[in-house]
């Protein structure tokens, strides 16, 4: 059976095409009630591009720290905010930050309209109704979740995305302008989620000729941004996770992914310097993707931090162990239908040690 792949519908690109926001909203507003919701990171309270937001009347801004990463209880308390804030449902909610805020909005429209708890709705295709329209403005590029019919949200019990078509935005509003501000460290971890996103992608045993066109886009334009220092780097990189994501949508992400969901769900390592710590030590399973990112390290002088399992216990070690191997078609995807031969627990203890 073949994926019928859900797209973004609709996507505009450019140098300050995030001042067409208010025209692009428009449609939506078709009474004097209609109101939307932008989910902000709270990092730009208090800047210039808070008070560019085409704000009406009844508008809501909703601050969000992205501190840690989104958590199913967070999603919960957001969707009962913007309910109780007017008696309608609102009529679009734009999450203007990076995959953190990007997944929120995600998360929240989906809520809206669907009863209970996020929790209930981690896993795939488990959506029944449509969310309220939602769109993206990334102000940091690499993660793909732009792209993604997924939002990833750690739960009581699990790390797991809503997988659903609903989850996919109806709109991408792609201004590379509005990643001038990210500090160095956080826009190579970011970046490298991209680049790894790729190497994955296109090592995988799921490659496909959709998922490897966009792979190999993608990971050209990553090189040019991390080791030629490309002066377009920002416009450059905001394509390369856009594609980055559509190349890992129609097959999948690898060990490295499966690995730092373990460092995560345990540590809370933020997923962009999570999935940098897990892939140096993957030299093994992508020996020129580790060489060529240890160079892109070296060139960008950003440090990734190290020995960070050290201090954890058997029984955390065995939880983060199962966290990881519970990820089927990741490990899949890097090893193949008899992965668990391969990948034994103890192989995945003695990479966790190398971390
Ligand atoms: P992030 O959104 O967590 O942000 C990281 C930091 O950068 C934050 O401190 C944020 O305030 C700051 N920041 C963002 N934009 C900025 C700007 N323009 N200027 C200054 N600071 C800025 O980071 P991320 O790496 O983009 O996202 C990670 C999250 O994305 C994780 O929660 C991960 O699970 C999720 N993710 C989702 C998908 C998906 O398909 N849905 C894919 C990969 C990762
Ligand atoms: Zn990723």
């Not at 373990?262 to 540590?267: A, M, Q, R, V």
């Not at 391969?342 to 995945?348: L, S, V």
Request: aromatic share 10%; with cysteine; charged share 20%.
């Amino acid at each position: 059976m073949f994926r019928n792949f859900k797209m973004v519908p609709r996507v505009i690109f450019g140098r300050g095409c995030f001042a067409q926001t208010d025209e692009i909203l428009a449609p939506r507003r078709n009474t004097p009630d209609d109101w939307a919701v932008f989910v902000l990171d709270d990092v730009f309270a208090g800047t210039p591009l808070e008070s560019r937001i085409p704000l009406h009347d009844n508008d809501l801004v909703l601050y969000v720290d992205v501190t840690d990463e989104p958590k199913t209880q967070v999603v919960d308390q957001l969707t009962r905010k913007v309910k109780i804030a007017r008696p309608t449902l609102p009529c679009a909610i734009v999450g203007i930050g990076g995959g953190s805020t990007m997944d929120l909005a995600k998360a929240i429209s989906l809520m809206l309209t669907n009863e209970g708890s996020s929790t209930q709705y981690q896993g795939w295709d488990l959506i029944q109704n449509p969310a309220v329209y939602h769109a993206a403005v990334p102000t940091l590029s690499g993660t793909g979740a732009e792209v993604s019919r997924t939002t990833v949200l750690t739960g009581p019990e699990k790390k797991l995305g809503i997988n659903s078509d609903y989850t996919v935005f109806d709109q991408v509003i792609l201004d590379p302008e509005l990643t001038a501000g990210v500090p160095e460290d956080q826009h190579f971890y970011t970046g490298m989620d991209c680049y790894i996103h790729c190497v994955e992608s296109l090592a995988g045993t799921y490659l496909n000729e959709f998922s490897k066109a966009y792979g190999e886009k993608s990971l050209a334009l990553c090189r040019q941004v991390f080791l030629d220092r490309h002066p377009d780097a920002a416009d450059k990189l905001m394509m390369a996770s856009f594609f980055g994501g559509m190349s890992i949508a129609y097959s999948q992400v690898g060990a490295c992914h499966a690995l730092s969901y373990g460092l995560s769900y345990l540590l809370g390592i933020h997923h962009g310097v999570g999935c940098c710590i897990t892939f140096d030590a993957l030299e093994e399973y992508y020996p020129d993707g580790v060489k060529e990112f240890r160079i892109m390290m070296e060139k960008t002088g950003v440090d990734i931090p190290r020995n960070v399992v050290k201090d954890l216990s058997d029984k955390d070690m065995d939880t983060m162990i199962t966290v990881a191997l519970g990820l089927d078609p990741l490990w899949e995807n890097c090893l193949g239908k008899d992965w668990k031969t391969i990948m034994t627990r103890d192989k995945a203890r003695s990479l966790f040690l190398k971390m």
